[in-house]
Every structure is written in structure tokens, then in C-alpha cells.
């Protein structure tokens, strides 16, 4: 420590702040890459969870419209209108399907995979049990569509469940 003290001020000043900026640029490239890990897991959590989140409730959306084109169906007078329904109905199918195929990219643990792919079975067999439905109303059988809509609203809450 004799040596230090024999020196100029000059030197203990430049040696001082030497110091510091070596510590100041050690803290700065250690937050450096602290940052760029913290983006890199932002990240990760987006493209993995966020997007994914994001395309179960666009599937949803889908799932609720077809269900409302349907209702609407029921209540519309002209077969032209009917005919409309029933391709909106369609066009919100596919709506659905491509949002769960963009879920299914991003998937992934077994379970989620698993639970989806039993999700989009019931959607089909819904669908399936919609499209009676649309031709008992097409055919004029309001009154019987509108019956088997309520076993359709039990099985379209199930459906939502699994993706909740």
C-alpha cells in the first residue's frame, strides 16, 4: 500500500476512475445479457403462449357464430336467407378450423395436443348435428330444430370447456 501512497495525485485519480469505468462496463455487459435473455424468453413466451392463446379465442369466436347463423336459420322466413345462414355457418367452420391448426403449431405438451385434437372432434360431430338442424329448418320443421338445438347447446358447452 506504500507504493499507492507514494504516487501523485494525478495517478491515484486516473487509477480511481480506471477503476470505475472497469466496473461500470463489467454492470453494463452483464445487463447487456441479462436484456438480450429476457428478450429471448419474452419471446419464447409470445410465440408459444401468447399467439396460442390468441388463436383458442378466435377458434372460440368461430364457434360462437356458427352457433348464432344457426339460431338465425331457425328464425329466417326465405329459403334464400336460410341458404345464407348455412354458408356463413360454413365460412365460420373453416374460420375455425384454420385458427386450431394455428393453435396446434404451437403446441407443446401431450396433454394440450391431446385435448385439442379431442376439441376438434367434437367440433366436427357438432357440426355434423348442426347441418341436421339447418335441414330440419330448411325443410320448414322449425319446431323440431328448435328442439334439437338444446341438445346442440349442451354439447357447444362441453366443447367450450375443454378450451377454457
Known amino acids: 500500500m506504500q507504493w499507492f501512497k507514494n504516487q501523485k495525485m494525478a495517478v491515484k485519480l486516473a487509477l480511481?476512475?480506471?477503476v470505475s469505468?472497469?466496473?461500470t462496463v463489467a454492470v453494463g455487459l452483464m445487463s447487456l445479457r441479462s436484456m438480450a435473455s429476457m428478450n429471448a424468453v419474452t419471446n419464447d413466451m409470445v410465440e408459444k403462449h401468447a399467439y396460442g392463446v390468441m388463436h383458442i379465442k378466435d377458434a372460440n369466436i368461430s364457434l360462437v357464430k356458427t352457433a348464432r347463423a344457426l339460431r338465425n336459420a331457425i328464425i329466417d322466413e326465405t329459403p334464400e336467407a336460410m341458404d345464407g345462414r348455412k354458408a356463413d355457418m360454413e365460412r365460420f367452420r373453416a374460420d375455425f378450423r384454420t385458427s386450431m391448426q394455428e393453435f396446434d403449431k404451437g403446441v407443446i405438451r401431450a396433454?394440450?395436443?391431446?385435448?385439442?385434437a379431442e376439441g376438434q372432434r367434437m367440433?366436427?360431430?357438432i357440426s355434423l348435428e348442426q347441418d341436421k338442424v339447418w335441414q330440419l329448418?330448411?325443410?320448414?320443421?322449425?319446431a323440431e330444430a328448435r328442439q334439437a338445438l338444446g341438445?346442440?347447446?349442451?354439447?357447444a358447452t362441453d366443447l367450450e370447456k375443454i378450451f377454457a
Not at 329448418?137 to 322449425?142: D, K, L
Not at 341438445?151 to 354439447?155: Q, Y
Open 16 to 18: 480511481g476512475f480506471g
Open 111 to 116: 396433454d394440450v395436443r391431446q385435448k385439442s
Open 123 to 125: 367440433f366436427e360431430q
Open 151 to 155: 341438445a346442440l347447446a349442451k354439447a
Open 137 to 142: 329448418t330448411r325443410t320448414n320443421r322449425n
Open 21 to 23: 469505468l472497469v466496473l
